[in-house]
């Protein structure tokens, strides 16, 4: 099956900071998003961007599908955007293929 | 309009037991699957079901089934629970009515203990 890598698995950094997390698909896909998964194991949508880029307040993501990678831009971090981003993606079957995350802390 | 909804939250079985958990898509979603998440294998595809028929599977074994109601509310069953068991399991639901755009949205999930 397609493989889903994130990078890094770990990010700690002080509130203010700006951060890039990256996602690398080893297939064409259909779609990808991006999640933020909160203390209690929520997954928030944060986007669905399979190829483009779009902003949302503090946070953008980018996909250029042709190179199979997306990047997640969160700029300004707060406390609150602590927990893991994932990525996942979807291919023809309509399930997605979830990468192993990026775990941020942010530092007040 | 209201997100997607799992029952129940919290669940603690022992070995051996069987459990259904619920899961209410957002509404007119037709699209309901199923993920499960361990801290050793991640986030996992269970099964899709879509018009009350599964339409796609992930490689679990047949301990772990499902269905889907005319109105479009599921339920998955695992039977003869095993400690690897526990895990977060978390349910999606999305239109499916086009290929150019299928966002799946997510609810809270069901905490599953095996003890």
């Known amino acids: 099956g397609i493989q889903v890598e994130q990078s890094p698995p770990d990010l700690i950094l002080q509130e203010g900071a700006n951060s890039t997390l990256r996602c690398n698909f080893s297939d064409s896909v259909n779609n990808l998003q991006w999640f933020h998964q909160n203390p209690w194991g929520q997954l928030i949508n944060l986007f669905y961007?399979?190829?483009g880029t779009k902003q949302n307040g503090r946070l953008s993501a980018t996909t250029v599908a042709t190179e199979r990678y997306s990047l997640l831009y969160i700029s300004s971090s707060q406390t609150t955007d602590s927990g893991v981003y994932f990525c996942?993606?979807?291919?023809?079957?309509?399930?997605?293929?979830f990468g192993t995350g990026t775990r941020l802390t942010v530092i007040p | 309009k209201a997100g997607v909804t799992q029952t129940p939250r919290y669940l603690i079985k022992t070995r051996g037991q069987q459990v259904t958990l619920s899961c209410s898509p957002i509404s007119g979603h037709r699209s309901v699957s199923w993920y499960q998440q361990t801290p050793g294998q991640g986030l996992q595809f269970l099964f899709e079901?879509?018009?009350?028929?599964?339409?796609n599977k992930g490689n679990f074994p047949g301990r772990f089934s499902g269905r889907q109601f005319s109105n479009s509310r599921s339920e998955m069953n695992v039977s003869t629970l095993e400690l690897g068991d526990s895990a977060l399991y978390l349910c999606a639901s999305s239109l499916r009515d086009s290929p150019l755009y299928n966002e799946q949205f997510f609810g809270p999930g069901t905490r599953l203990t095996v003890l």
């Open positions: 961007i399979p190829s």
């Open positions: 079901y879509f018009s009350e028929t599964q339409r």
């Open positions: 996942a993606v979807q291919t023809g079957a309509n399930n997605l293929f």
